[in-house]
């Protein structure tokens, strides 16, 4: 356990990649490569079954009803007679004699909210608005479409008696009710946290079983998107009665000189009905299958009923330090052995790595200093809402990271473990953040929970107790903060000594929660950080939360009336551009760095307009990851490789001889800017600053040319383009895997007749998809746009729009078509692609 009476901002940091999960299935790899040649593989954590626990992917093949959270006669009787309970095996609807022919066939992760239309709904105060939630008809006054059902069958073959079998669910939102062949099992109430169920003694072995879901979503856990139902993961666990603990599997690591040593901790649990004499055998294997490291724990008796501790150590000479540069990972397999049997295993990868916060000089990673290059993050995506497909995960890492982002704070919840395994294995820090700051018994098992799953990984590099807690920090209950705070960090540090702890604080971090802090994260508030660090020079200080700029992808006039704002400059009254907060963190060694509200936008919190907005604008990237001007900035100052961003578009057909403004973004020392060949003058490029000029509109090309040393390096232009003619679509793969969940991301755009993408297009586009797969979503990043996420049609937003098409389980093609939908006059020229499918690795699927 770790000292928690001390102050410590010098700590050194382990990493296991994917963390310490139950074995998942065999999910097929390479499936393309990211940023320096990052590998996109799918995000499961590189996890496989290891004999004898079996672990079975239950996504496949699901039945879904709306309830009724008002109407029993609506919500298929629960609650009419207050009997549901009474008596256990009588709930019909999970019986093999309930009849659920009219319930709509889905697979998961699934996110109703999605798929609703918005409502405009202002009545009542901020708190009971549908605002926030991006307009989507859910609360206690929408009970119609707030409950949602889930029914499957499955077999359980005979010779399963005597083994445990749960069910797994790696999270829904939000309040749940299982039963299992007509019996009451147990309920859940959180939306973020994974939860499971022992279903040993209620299933039917040799014969066919039926679990069925009641989800309520009526009660959100945050004031943003949430989405609504089972929108992660389920899985069907089987394993030996003496068995490892959930997530107990540990492995800390500490570099000293050109080796490491590794603490190798796990805990046995015994349910069996004899004691049992168990040791656990450690085997460390590097990136080529080579094992590096052995360890075996001396065998401990396990009494029926009782958990053991067992621990030893192992030590890696030159070991390969994982970094966002170098994503280096080795992969640990623990063994529970009884008499020379192995009754339980688990295999996971880890990485090996040294954090650390300093006061005076900032963030250091693997001992060399590292600034962090942040954003924050909701979890939804155009199309999919909350559910999101694995790959889908480690596309969004790789946006991010092409514009040197190498951090990402998850705001405000435990994040799903998908993501946090594409981190892992793809270079991306993290700063992984509870949902409650609480330390209620719920609030503790929710921190207790995110920390012992991804207390192993490499990427997370500090935890987060909360977010702009206002009322903890200061006033009526800042003493009850100062306890809240110091329960949780020291439980943390109980947890995970090798890690620091921090929260994300709106305010000057004087008093309340920010005492029991091991590092101080500054919301906004540029004005208080220097004054933080002058009076408590021994405290080490990040950014949590910074920028708040706004623009709308593709816009150069900020109009209420459009809800549009501007791409050079938008942003909130508390907030800062990217150039004035990376000018102020960037440029003091003593700040770690921060995290830039927000990477991607997201689905609620319209700002700096409500209705018809029904989502965010704080995005450097929009709801589909299609860049902003504003990512460019990023780019250029984040990234070391020459950076050169022209803006904007040079289509203002009727604005000839009008002023328009032209920025440059780059990292080059100085660019001339040319209109239709005739130079404009060359400006200086100031440290983490832009150029720009006036220029008169005129048809044809506005040409930025970056110099470097006196030398020409990187030439962009804008040219004018003509009339739309005709559709194009891009996949960002050819080749996806025909697995049941491997997407291929498609963008949508239209070209001239010279073949020039149209920057200003906005034709609506229908869609068929054939073959091999099936359409699961579009999107354009319109933060107006009310079209539906699942219809296959969408209108273009600024040139631009998204679809996602998900594989079938058989190789083969898909093929995707797009046609103008309702032309106003010539018609563009259709276009096709063919994605293919390939067959892969053996899916453990339940049937």
Same mark, same amino acid.
Request: some cysteine; aromatic content about 10%; overall charge negative.
């Given at each position: 356990?770790?000292?928690?009476?001390?102050?410590?901002?010098?700590?050194?940091?382990?990493?296991?990649?994917?963390?310490?999960?139950?074995?998942?299935?065999?999910?097929?790899?390479?499936?393309?490569?990211?940023?320096?040649?990052? @590998?996109?593989?799918?995000?499961?954590?590189?996890?496989?079954?290891?004999?004898?626990?079996?672990?079975?992917?239950?996504?496949?093949?699901?039945? #879904?009803?709306?309830?009724?959270?008002?109407?029993?006669?609506?919500?298929?009787?629960?609650? #009419?007679?207050?009997?549901?309970?009474?008596?256990?095996?009588?709930?019909?609807?999970?019986?093999?004699?309930?009849?659920?022919?009219?319930?709509?066939?889905?697979?998961?992760?699934?996110?109703?909210?999605?798929?609703?239309?918005?409502?405009?709904?202002?009545?009542?105060?901020?708190?009971?608005?549908?605002?926030?939630?991006?307009?989507?008809?859910?609360?206690?006054?929408?009970?119609?479409?707030?409950?949602?059902?889930?029914?499957?069958?499955?077999?359980?073959?005979?010779?399963?008696?005597?083994?445990?079998?749960?069910?797994?669910?790696?999270?829904?939102?939000?309040?749940?009710?299982?039963?299992?062949?007509?019996?009451?099992?147990?309920?859940?109430?959180?939306?973020?946290?994974?939860?499971?169920?022992?279903?040993?003694?209620?299933?039917?072995?040799?014969? @066919?079983?039926?679990?069925?879901?009641?989800?309520?979503?009526?009660?959100?856990?945050?004031?943003?998107?949430?989405?609504?139902?089972?929108?992660?993961?389920?899985?069907?666990?089987?394993?030996?009665?003496?068995?490892?603990?959930?997530?107990?599997?540990?492995?800390?690591?500490?570099?000293?000189?050109?080796?490491?040593?590794?603490?190798?901790?796990?805990?046995?649990?015994?349910?069996?009905?004899?004691?049992?004499?168990?040791?656990?055998?450690?085997?460390?294997?590097?990136?080529?299958?080579?094992?590096?490291?052995?360890?075996?724990?001396?065998?401990?008796?396990?009494?029926?009923?009782?958990?053991?501790? /067992?621990?030893?150590?192992?030590?890696?000479?030159?070991?390969?330090?994982?970094?966002?540069?170098?994503?280096?990972?080795?992969?640990?397999?623990?063994?529970?052995?009884?008499?020379?049997?192995?009754?339980?295993?688990?295999?996971?990868?880890?990485?090996?790595?040294?954090?650390?916060?300093?006061?005076?000089?900032?963030?250091?990673?693997?001992?060399?200093?590292?600034?962090?290059?942040?954003?924050?993050?909701?979890?939804?995506?155009?199309?999919?809402?909350?559910?999101?497909?694995?790959?889908?995960?480690? #596309?969004?890492?790789?946006?991010?990271?092409?514009?040197?982002?190498?951090?990402?704070?998850?705001?405000?919840?435990?994040?799903?473990?998908?993501?946090?395994?594409? /981190?892992?294995?793809?270079?991306?820090?993290?700063?992984?953040?509870?949902?409650?700051?609480?330390?209620?018994?719920?609030?503790?098992?929710?921190?207790?929970?995110?920390?012992?799953?991804?207390?192993?990984?490499?990427?997370?590099?500090?935890?987060?107790?909360?977010?702009?807690?206002?009322?903890?920090?200061?006033?009526?209950?800042?003493?009850?903060?100062?306890?809240?705070?110091?329960?949780?960090?020291?439980? /943390?540090?109980?947890?995970?000594?090798?890690?620091?702890?921090?929260?994300?604080?709106?305010?000057?971090?004087?008093?309340?929660?920010?005492?029991?802090?091991?590092?101080?994260? #500054?919301?906004?508030?540029?004005?208080?950080?220097?004054?933080?660090?002058?009076?408590?020079?021994?405290?080490?200080?990040?950014?949590?939360?910074?920028?708040?700029?706004?623009?709308?992808?593709?816009?150069?006039?900020?109009?209420?009336?459009?809800?549009?704002?501007?791409?050079?400059?938008?942003?909130?009254?508390?907030?800062?551009?990217?150039?004035?907060?990376? @000018?102020?963190?960037?440029?003091?060694?003593?700040?770690?760095?921060?995290?830039?509200?927000?990477?991607?936008?997201?689905?609620?919190?319209?700002?700096?307009?409500?209705?018809?907005?029904?989502? @965010?604008?704080?995005?450097?990237?929009?709801?589909?990851?299609?860049?902003?001007?504003?990512?460019?900035?990023?780019?250029?100052?984040?990234?070391?490789?020459?950076?050169?961003?022209?803006?904007?578009?040079?289509?203002?057909?009727?604005?000839?001889?009008?002023?328009?403004?032209?920025?440059?973004?780059?990292?080059?020392?100085?660019?001339?800017?040319?209109?239709?060949?005739?130079?404009?003058?060359?400006?200086?490029?100031?440290?983490?600053?832009?150029?720009?000029?006036?220029?008169?509109?005129?048809?044809?090309?506005?040409?930025?040319?970056?110099?470097?040393?006196?030398?020409?390096?990187?030439?962009?232009?804008?040219?004018?383009?003509?009339?739309?003619?005709?559709?194009?679509?891009?996949?960002?793969?050819?080749?996806?895997?025909?697995?049941?969940?491997?997407?291929?991301?498609?963008?949508?755009?239209?070209?001239?007749?010279?073949?020039?993408?149209?920057?200003?297009?906005?034709?609506?586009?229908?869609?068929?998809?054939?073959?091999?797969?099936?359409?699961?979503?579009?999107?354009?990043?319109?933060?107006? /746009?009310?079209?539906?996420?699942?219809?296959?049609?969408?209108?273009?937003?600024?040139?631009?729009?998204?679809?996602?098409?998900?594989?079938?389980?058989?190789?083969?093609?898909?093929?995707?078509?797009?046609?103008?939908?309702?032309?106003?006059?010539?018609?563009?020229?259709?276009?096709?692609?063919?994605?293919?499918?390939?067959?892969?690795?053996?899916?453990?699927?339940?049937?």
């Amino acid at each position: 356990m770790v000292d928690t009476t001390r102050r410590t901002f010098i700590l050194s940091g382990i990493g296991l990649a994917g963390s310490c999960l139950l074995p998942r299935a065999l999910w097929a790899a390479g499936i393309g490569s990211g940023p320096a040649g990052k @590998s996109l593989l799918p995000a499961h954590g590189g996890e496989s079954p290891v004999a004898p626990r079996e672990q079975w992917l239950l996504d496949f093949d699901w039945r #879904f009803a709306f309830g009724n959270g008002d109407d029993p006669t609506k919500d298929f009787g629960y609650g #009419f007679g207050q009997g549901d309970f009474s008596k256990t095996g009588d709930f019909k609807i999970a019986t093999t004699d309930f009849d659920a022919a009219g319930w709509r066939a889905l697979d998961l992760p699934h996110d109703w909210a999605v798929e609703l239309p918005p409502v405009h709904d202002d009545t009542g105060d901020d708190d009971t608005r549908l605002t926030s939630h991006g307009y989507k008809p859910l609360g206690r006054r929408y009970p119609a479409t707030s409950v949602g059902w889930y029914r499957r069958t499955f077999e359980i073959p005979a010779s399963d008696r005597g083994r445990r079998i749960w069910i797994e669910f790696d999270g829904a939102m939000r309040d749940i009710v299982l039963f299992v062949n007509g019996c009451f099992i147990g309920r859940h109430d959180d939306g973020y946290t994974p939860f499971r169920f022992d279903l040993t003694d209620f299933l039917n072995y040799g014969g @066919s079983n039926v679990v069925a879901l009641r989800v309520d979503a009526s009660f959100g856990d945050g004031w943003f998107y949430e989405g609504a139902g089972i929108y992660r993961h389920v899985w069907l666990t089987k394993m030996d009665p003496v068995h490892l603990g959930r997530w107990e599997s540990v492995v800390r690591s500490a570099v000293e000189g050109d080796a490491a040593s590794l603490e190798l901790a796990g805990i046995v649990e015994n349910e069996s009905g004899h004691a049992v004499q168990a040791s656990l055998e450690w085997s460390i294997t590097d990136a080529s299958g080579r094992v590096i490291a052995q360890a075996t724990t001396p065998a401990q008796a396990v009494a029926s009923g009782a958990s053991t501790d /067992c621990r030893t150590t192992a030590h890696i000479d030159a070991p390969q330090l994982w970094s966002p540069d170098e994503p280096h990972l080795y992969t640990a397999l623990v063994k529970l052995v009884v008499d020379g049997a192995t009754r339980d295993a688990e295999q996971f990868p880890f990485g090996i790595r040294t954090a650390s916060f300093d006061p005076d000089r900032g963030f250091f990673l693997n001992g060399k200093p590292l600034k962090i290059q942040g954003t924050c993050n909701h979890q939804d995506h155009a199309g999919v809402g909350a559910a999101l497909p694995d790959r889908l995960q480690s #596309f969004r890492v790789g946006v991010l990271q092409g514009m040197g982002c190498n951090a990402v704070r998850t705001s405000h919840n435990m994040p799903t473990p998908e993501w946090v395994a594409a /981190c892992d294995r793809m270079g991306m820090m993290m700063m992984c953040e509870t949902r409650h700051m609480s330390s209620s018994p719920s609030g503790m098992q929710q921190l207790e929970t995110m920390v012992k799953r991804y207390r192993n990984s490499p990427s997370v590099i500090l935890w987060s107790i909360g977010n702009e807690e206002w009322r903890l920090q200061k006033g009526a209950l800042e003493q009850q903060g100062e306890r809240i705070g110091a329960a949780m960090v020291e439980r /943390c540090h109980e947890l995970d000594p090798t890690r620091v702890v921090s929260a994300a604080v709106n305010g000057n971090n004087e008093q309340g929660v920010s005492d029991a802090l091991d590092v101080i994260g #500054f919301n906004y508030n540029l004005k208080y950080p220097d004054v933080f660090h002058r009076e408590h020079p021994k405290r080490a200080v990040y950014g949590s939360e910074t920028s708040s700029a706004i623009a709308t992808r593709g816009e150069y006039a900020t109009d209420p009336k459009k809800n549009t704002v501007n791409s050079y400059d938008g942003v909130v009254e508390w907030g800062e551009t990217p150039e004035q907060w990376w @000018s102020f963190y960037g440029t003091r060694d003593w700040l770690a760095g921060g995290f830039a509200w927000t990477g991607f936008d997201y689905r609620g919190e319209p700002t700096p307009y409500g209705w018809p907005s029904v989502s @965010s604008q704080f995005g450097i990237v929009d709801l589909c990851g299609f860049p902003k001007d504003y990512y460019y900035y990023y780019k250029a100052w984040w990234t070391k490789a020459p950076s050169l961003h022209v803006f904007p578009h040079w289509n203002w057909q009727g604005r000839e001889g009008q002023e328009i403004a032209v920025w440059v973004y780059s990292n080059l020392d100085e660019v001339e800017l040319l209109l239709n060949g005739k130079s404009l003058g060359i400006q200086q490029v100031p440290r983490f600053g832009h150029v720009q000029w006036k220029v008169a509109y005129a048809p044809g090309a506005i040409e930025a040319r970056g110099r470097r040393d006196g030398r020409t390096v990187l030439v962009e232009r804008r040219e004018t383009t003509g009339a739309a003619r005709k559709l194009r679509l891009t996949a960002d793969r050819p080749e996806i895997d025909a697995d049941g969940q491997d997407v291929a991301m498609i963008t949508v755009d239209v070209l001239d007749e010279h073949g020039r993408p149209v920057p200003t297009a906005n034709n609506k586009i229908a869609f068929r998809i054939s073959g091999a797969g099936k359409l699961i979503g579009v999107g354009n990043g319109d933060p107006n /746009c009310h079209e539906s996420d699942k219809e296959p049609r969408r209108s273009l937003f600024n040139g631009l729009a998204q679809v996602i098409v998900q594989s079938a389980t058989d190789a083969g093609s898909i093929r995707i078509e797009a046609v103008e939908e309702s032309p106003a006059a010539e018609a563009l020229t259709p276009a096709s692609l063919t994605i293919a499918t390939k067959r892969a690795a053996p899916r453990r699927v339940v049937a």
